[in-house]
């Protein structure tokens, strides 16, 4: 009866967060809704499996969780960080404070995971587009046209295999 309660109440409070937090930003609904995935996921797995079972549910809890709130683009990211934290969450909370503390630790672990699981996903995002936008501009249609602004396709006369002393069987002015 006392999981019981303690699941009721969790619910309860992260409902109210959520509510609260409607205009909050990504990172914080999708650590909630991570946090609240990984506490009903390990009550729901120790009453089917066990400590086992309470860890495999906080995984997938954790995970779950961040993927109904985490941005399409951030997505993977939120639910792989969810779950392994919501694992390791529990594993060292049922350590160190037996069974509430496992709930507690698939609480926090869920949570953390999932925000540095997304902001990992965010910045990799980030450096691949300054990456593109960097050194993708050399197409037809991207700021230029076909003949674009770095000075090596601006010349007409240059060639790639160029070895400098501009001599070779595909060169207009070779040497017999």
Do not use: C, P, W
Request: glycine content about 20%; cysteine-free; hydrophobic content about 30%.
């Amino acid at each position: 009866m006392k999981i019981n309660t303690l699941i009721l109440s969790a619910v309860l409070t992260a409902s109210a967060f959520t509510m609260t937090t409607a205009h909050a930003g990504n990172t914080t609904n999708t650590a909630i809704t991570s946090a609240l995935g990984g506490v009903v996921g390990a009550a729901v797995g120790k009453q089917m499996g066990g400590s086992t079972g309470a860890m495999i549910g906080s995984a997938i809890g954790g995970g779950a969780g961040a993927a109904v709130s985490a941005d399409r683009r951030d997505r993977n990211g939120a639910i792989i960080g969810g779950a392994l934290g919501g694992a390791g969450g529990y594993t060292v909370g049922k350590n160190m404070g037996g069974t509430n503390g496992g709930y507690i630790g698939a609480a926090a672990g869920s949570a953390g995971g999932a925000i540095l699981g997304q902001k990992v996903s965010e910045d990799r995002r980030y450096d691949d587009e300054r990456y593109d936008r960097r050194y993708n501009d050399r197409g037809y249609n991207n700021r230029g046209g076909y003949r674009s602004s770095h000075y090596r396709h601006n010349d007409r006369s240059y060639y790639s295999k160029d070895n400098g002393r501009h001599l070779g069987h595909y060169k207009n002015g070779k040497r017999h």
